[in-house]
T-cell receptor, first 116, second 115 residues
């Protein structure tokens, strides 16, 4: 009965490779997010999508591209991986109330990406 | 730009005792939301408690309560009757109303509960 799930939980890959992380939520929420947690545990938003439309796009390299096939899924594709991309990536979702998006965000278990 | 500051990188508490984690934030907004999230060693981010800025009453959830001081821009978390399972990183977070879900986190406080 996992509310927000991510796959894989661990991802180890070589520099220069392209990889994807998948996220699914079964909460019926309208908005989904990607966050990056660095080695010092600092969490920062990367993207948010509402009903498959990109809403927030922070200053993230364009090697990172979110893709939302439907409102229950938000996948993160990363091209040409670099050492500095090593981090934990969290997916989250929230209910959209009239565009205010002030509702609580529920997080997935995270994906630890290690770039060698 | 809004910022969230957690001034205690690490804290420890004896089991069954009470501990308070500090959080201050900087904003010129009047309508916003504040959250505490817990991240145990399992890495999962778990919502602990949420406070709407327009509510004067402090939020409580079982053993967890907040002291929300809007004028001072302070939002501390009190954990009563600490349990070993409370050992985790605790993150304070701020969201401006209408910000389209842009949740801004503090750097976290690592709490250790000792038996």
């Amino acid at each position: 009965d996992t509310a927000v799930s991510q796959t894989p939980k661990y991802l180890v890959t070589q520099m220069g490779n392209d990889k994807s992380i998948k996220c699914e939520q079964n909460l019926g929420h309208d908005t989904m997010y990607w966050y990056k947690q660095d080695s010092k545990k600092f969490l920062k938003i990367m993207f948010s999508y509402n009903n498959k439309e990109l809403i927030i796009n922070e200053t993230v390299p364009n090697r990172f591209s979110p893709k939302s096939p439907d409102k229950a899924h938000l996948n993160l594709h990363i091209n040409s991986l670099e050492l500095g991309d090593s981090a934990v990536y969290f997916c989250a979702s929230s209910q959209d109330w009239g565009g205010l998006r002030t509702d609580t965000q529920y997080f997935g278990p995270g994906t630890r990406l290690t770039v060698l | 730009a809004q910022t969230v500051t957690q001034s205690q990188p690490e804290m420890s508490v004896q089991e069954a005792e009470t501990v308070t984690l500090s959080c201050t934030y900087d904003t010129s907004e009047n309508n916003y939301y504040l959250f505490w999230y817990k991240q145990p060693p399992s890495r999962q981010m778990i919502l602990v408690i949420r406070q709407e800025a327009y509510k004067q009453q402090n939020a409580t959830e079982n053993r967890f309560s907040v002291n929300f001081q809007k004028a001072a821009k302070s939002f501390s978390l009190k954990i009563s009757d600490s349990q070993l399972g409370d050992t985790a990183m605790y993150f304070c977070a701020f969201m401006r109303s209408g910000s389209q879900g842009n949740l801004i986190f503090g750097k976290g406080t690592k709490l250790s509960v000792k038996p």
